[in-house]
T-cell receptor
């Protein structure tokens, strides 16, 4: 079953603009990860943020986590056409001792050159 | 390239048949995970193996089974296939998989089409 929901479902922006995607989840977590998927291909890991972290940066990516609201956001700055892909948040479940991931429904990002 | 390999890339078969999907994890990774991605169900966790032992089970049908071999590669067996089993099947691997924050690296997937 899906753990989370991404919002918006689809986003279309011009190259150079910033893109923000949001993710909400249902249960307490140990960490949250963001993945990118180009059309019909494998998932590429972008960033992992632990439940005791509030913000993390990696290159043009900025991720925030609010465990009180059970939500996270992914910001991609200065977007490029190559950023066109689907973006998924994925969470584990706290205290299960297992690391399997629960994925959200994804945001389809289109960056127009 | 994540370092996780999956074969075959594409598989077309008929209802009622049985297929085997293969996954080789990244060198040094002990955990292997199987996920299914379909249009209606999204990305769903099926099963995890850690160093040859089953560790966690998700929404895996009884018609599906998996195993991890001593060399750590894994196979996912799908039997009595139905049209609804058509999906992308991903394998992922990670170093640990025992509760610590642990990045999972995904393979390119096997696209299964059941006709």
């Amino acid at each position: 079953s899906q753990q989370g929901e991404e919002d918006p479902q689809a986003l279309s922006i011009q190259e150079g603009e910033n893109a923000t995607m949001n993710c909400s989840y249902k249960t307490s977590i140990n960490n949250l990860q963001w993945y990118r998927q180009n059309s019909g291909r494998g998932l590429v890991h972008l960033i992992l943020i632990r439940s005791n972290e509030r913000e993390k940066h990696s290159g043009r990516l900025r991720v925030t986590l609010d465990t009180s609201k059970k939500s996270s956001s992914l910001l991609i700055t200065a977007s490029r056409a190559a950023d066109t892909a689907s973006y998924f948040c994925a969470t584990d479940r706290q205290r299960t001792g297992a690391n399997n991931l629960f994925f959200g429904t994804g945001t389809r990002l289109t960056v127009i050159p | 390239d994540s370092g996780v390999t999956q074969t075959p890339k594409h598989l077309i078969t008929a209802t009622g048949q049985r297929v085997t999907l293969r996954c080789s994890p990244r060198s040094g990774d002990l955990s292997v995970y199987w996920y299914q991605q379909s249009l209606d169900q999204g990305l769903q966790f099926l099963i995890q193996y850690y160093n040859g032992e089953e560790r966690a089970k998700g929404n895996i049908l009884e018609r599906f089974s998996a195993q991890q071999f001593p060399d750590l590669h894994s196979e996912l067996n799908l039997s009595s296939l139905e049209l609804g089993d058509s999906a992308l099947y991903f394998c992922a691997s990670s170093v640990e998989g025992r509760g610590a924050p642990d990045t999972q690296y995904f393979g390119p997937g096997t696209r299964l089409t059941v006709l």
